[in-house]
């Protein structure tokens, strides 16, 4: 373990005391395999909480609009703030090719952990709601750049494939652990908070293991190329005399290169089905399919969970072969053909449960097979311009694909216009619709009769609650044909509890032929307990409300499946237009090729250090 050792490092300005393991977490030396694999593995966890951090929301939006009082659009605007904030703080994070990864991974994960366990719980307005996210948003984009920047440096090209398809699990694993988690607690627990209060809990213990577990390669060592493990001694040696301020010179000039925009741009719009996967799926399966909260979140079990599995397998093989670009066309390829699948079951209610999991597995699969290999060329293709600079290739990466899914975001509710009817309105709607059902089944079925006693109801209310609230005197005055048979006490107590008015119009033939059909045809139609419960103010409102937006939630239900399958069709193009941007990519196509190219460096490498011995 002497790589891990700060006083044998031969630096006097670190020694091992606890303050300053805390603040200060580079390595002199490049490390061995155990303690690499502890600092990506220590990685991989806090990117994993992260991202559950961040995705939370999208398995409870329902219950958070519904809770917090906005509506869906508002809702959506957020995240588009969010990650407009996590763009610029991308950028920003480039400065860790000067300043460091690994503090700000770790300070940054207190943050968020704090604002999910504390902040969000306690934002009860959605202006609360969306300060608060953005700033987890803030914090995420920083992050976004630091943890894959810390992937490549503990990872030669040769194994780097394996390393990014697991750093790529951060995301995927953060999605699965919010589906596990969501769909098995959202029914026993009360509040959508309670998601959020078990997400703080996870990831504040997730910042205090990064806290004193994660380091950091040196800058003479991270600012150097490194193919394989065995050119550890070379570039220990070159590090010595290496000029860190030369190569950091004009960063942004020198990775603004269309290989490095054009590869950014490229998984940007690849990652448009995931970006709506992450956000919108309990939506869309909730609103379309009628699928349960539970069942919703139940089918990204399925997707996270074949997709990490893809990404690790695939990684391992691209690094086995040594060939990045034809699991990217394979991989692009079947993402567009199971994701085209996925969009034609928009116009089909009632496809079943295990017919989507199927689907998704594809698209889950397919992504992985594209992703873990182009996030090990990317990296791959920023060394090739100047490899200490890969915080900075990798902020133009994060500024892109946060800018991608703000205007993603911004534009999916004007292709999606229903989406807000039925996230807003829809529940509502259908909770009275299953409260009223008989009177409503009565209702459409008699619907002259509804309009009779509508109409007998509005020029006649009074007398017809009159009538209600003393019926056992009315039946007494009915039986009187002449009203001056009427006795003189019963009259003074009808005038009394009916009021002249009332008394005086009882004796149209006209209103007595209302009442007469109130008391005879009506509930003979609808059901004397179909037409007690027209007459209750709850049910009235129920109805009222059914009246007033249940026809624009129908249309809404109807022009959803295919405003859907518009959005898809987009993300469909996403992944196709990532084909030819591959072109742009370091890396070869033939293996044979590229196990030459590793034949060339070994040899170069051992020239090299049989002449720094002599």
């Known amino acids: 373990m002497a790589t891990l050792d700060y006083e044998a490092s031969g630096d006097p300005t670190l020694n091992r005391r606890p303050m300053n393991r805390l603040l200060d977490r580079q390595l002199q030396h490049y490390p061995d395999t155990g303690p690499r694999y502890i600092s990506l593995g220590i990685v991989v966890l806090a990117t994993v909480v992260l991202y559950y951090e961040l995705y939370i929301s999208g398995a409870v939006a329902t219950q958070i609009i519904a809770g917090t009082g906005m509506s869906f659009l508002f809702y959506v605007n957020i995240s588009v703030v969010g990650n407009a904030l996590g763009a610029f703080a991308s950028l920003g994070a480039g400065a860790a090719d000067r300043y460091g990864r690994a503090n700000l991974v770790v300070y940054g994960l207190f943050i968020t952990a704090a604002l999910t366990l504390i902040g969000i719980p306690n934002a009860h307005g959605k202006w609360s709601f969306a300060i608060i996210f953005a700033l987890i948003s803030f914090v995420e984009g920083i992050i976004l750049v630091a943890t894959p920047a810390l992937v490549r440096d503990f990872s030669p090209q040769v194994g780097r494939a394996s390393a990014m398809g697991f750093w790529t699990l951060g995301p995927v694993l953060g999605s699965l652990v919010v589906a596990v988690v969501s769909s098995n607690t959202i029914a026993h627990l009360g509040a959508w908070q309670d998601q959020f209060i078990i997400c703080g809990v996870v990831g504040l213990v997730v910042a205090v293991f990064a806290l004193f577990g994660l380091r950091e390669l040196s800058p003479r060592l991270r600012d150097q190329l490194m193919v394989t493990h065995r050119d550890r001694a070379l570039i220990e040696a070159k590090a010595r005399g290496l000029n860190i301020e030369d190569a950091l010179k004009r960063p942004w000039r020198q990775m603004m290169h269309l290989d ?46 074949f997709d990490a599995a893809a990404l690790v397998i695939v990684g391992y093989l691209s690094d086995k072969i040594r060939v990045r670009k034809p699991f990217m066309i394979v991989g692009a390829i079947g993402a567009a053909v199971f994701t085209t699948l996925f969009l034609l079951r928009a116009t089909h209610p009632h496809t079943g449960y295990y017919t989507f999991v199927g689907l998704l597995i594809g ?30 290739g990798l902020a133009v990466w994060g500024w892109i694909i946060r800018i991608t899914i703000a205007l993603a975001l911004l534009i999916l509710p004007h292709v999606v216009t229903s989406a807000t009817t039925l996230v807003t309105d829809g529940p509502p709607v259908q909770a009275a619709a299953a409260r009223e059902a008989t009177v409503l089944a009565a209702v459409r079925a008699h619907p002259d009769v509804v309009a009779r006693i509508q ?8 007398v017809v609650k009159a009538v209600q609230a003393n019926l056992a005197l009315v039946l007494q005055l009915s039986q009187y044909s ?18 002249t008015t009332v008394l005086l119009k009882l004796a149209d033939p006209k209103v007595q032929g209302d009442l007469r059909y109130l008391q005879t045809v009506a509930p003979a139609s609808l059901g004397a307990a179909n037409l007690a419960k027209l007459a209750d103010p709850r049910v009235q409102a129920d109805l009222a409300l059914l009246q007033g937006k249940g026809a624009k939630v129908q249309a809404a239900a109807i022009s959803s499946p295919h405003q859907w399958q518009h959005w898809y069709w987009v993300c469909v193009g996403g992944e196709i237009v990532f084909i030819p941007l591959v072109l742009l990519m370091a890396g070869r196509w033939d293996p044979r090729k590229a196990k030459r190219d590793a034949e060339e460096h070994e040899a170069l490498v051992t020239a090299e250090l049989a002449a720094l011995r002599d």
């Not at 925009?261 to 940007?268: D, E, F, H, Q």
């Not at 698209?363 to 900075?392: C, D, H, K």
Request: charge should be negative.
């Open 260 to 305: 490095i925009v054009g590869s950014a741009v490229a998984i940007s719009v690849f990652l448009l089905i995931y970006y709506t996967a992450v956000g919108f799926y309990p939506v869309y399966f909730q609103t379309i399919f009628g699928f349960t909260p539970q069942d919703a979140n139940g089918l990204g079990n399925w997707f996270w969970a």
């Open 363 to 392: 698209i889950g699969v397919f992504q992985a097979m594209a992703y873990a290999p182009w996030m090990a060329s990317f990296t791959e293709t920023v060394e090739r311009r100047n490899p200490a600079l890969t915080a900075t």
């Open 482 to 499: 002449n009203p001056a048979q009427i006795p003189p006490a019963l009259l003074a107590k009808a005038q009394q509890a009916l009021g």
């Open 455 to 462: 109409q007998i109801n509005a020029s006649e209310g009074d």
